[in-house]
């Protein structure tokens, strides 16, 4: 069951993942997620109101829909879009990533941030997912068995094993995220509305 649900969600195979491949899969997508439906949003919500936030999540269904043709027809478009949402995300992740820092285990998620994020294929994925593993103390990335063979990635994060506690752990720190952005929005908005 949980092979066919994190297939489904992620849009490739799971069917070959053992349990500490769903485990980890499943916290990669969790705060990628996040990020990109929520805290991404939320901070062109809060720059630019709610023409950010569609340009933001326009700029993200674009690269994901035209990047890959980008890179297999060589399309101008793909690459633009691509290029585009790098650049509107730039700043966004950083702040998801200082986020998860500073409601988790701050000292693992800078260091697994700075000395890990590089090696991740994607950059802002990798600072994203490399301060999460740091800040949950979990180990993130390395290799997926599937299609009948081995896939390697980097290895993120410090820890133990991604497990069912430490994606309880994932939900934690994605609500604690959550509502640290909504107090910081709530004090900038009073602050605000006092100021005249």
Request: charged content about 15%; hydrophobic content about 50%.
């Given at each position: 069951m949980?092979r ?11 069917a070959?993942?053992s349990p500490?491949e769903?485990?980890?899969v499943?916290?990669?997508e969790?705060?990628l ?5 929520v805290f991404g949003?939320?901070a062109w ?9 569609v ?5 993200e269904?674009l690269?994901?829909q035209?990047?890959?043709h980008a890179?297999?027809e060589g399309?101008?478009?793909?690459r633009?879009?691509?290029r585009l949402?790098f ?7 950083r702040l998801t990533a200082?986020t ?8 693992d998620?800078?260091?697994?941030w700075?000395s890990?994020?590089?090696s991740?294929?994607?950059?802002t994925?990798?600072?994203i997912l490399?301060a999460?593993a ?7 990335g ?10 390697f990635?980097?290895e993120?994060g ?9 994606m309880?752990?994932t939900v934690?720190?994605?609500w604690?995220s959550?509502v640290l952005?909504m107090?910081?929005l709530?004090i900038v908005?009073l602050?605000h509305?006092?100021g005249?």
């Amino acid at each position: 069951m949980a092979r066919r649900v994190l297939g489904e969600w992620r849009g490739e195979s799971a069917a070959e993942f053992s349990p500490t491949e769903i485990a980890r899969v499943a916290i990669e997508e969790g705060l990628l997620a996040s990020h990109r439906y929520v805290f991404g949003t939320i901070a062109w919500f809060v720059a630019l109101g709610p023409a950010g936030a569609v340009l933001y999540r326009a700029a993200e269904m674009l690269a994901a829909q035209w990047g890959a043709h980008a890179r297999a027809e060589g399309g101008e478009f793909g690459r633009f879009a691509a290029r585009l949402f790098f650049w509107l995300d730039w700043v966004p992740a950083r702040l998801t990533a200082l986020t998860f820092a500073v409601v988790g285990n701050f000292e693992d998620a800078v260091y697994c941030w700075r000395s890990q994020a590089l090696s991740w294929t994607t950059r802002t994925q990798g600072v994203i997912l490399a301060a999460g593993a740091g800040a949950l103390g979990v180990r993130l990335g390395d290799t997926l068995h599937q299609y009948g063979s081995v896939q390697f990635r980097p290895e993120l994060g410090t820890g133990g094993d991604a497990d069912v506690d430490a994606m309880e752990s994932t939900v934690r720190l994605v609500w604690r995220s959550l509502v640290l952005w909504m107090f910081l929005l709530f004090i900038v908005s009073l602050a605000h509305a006092l100021g005249g």
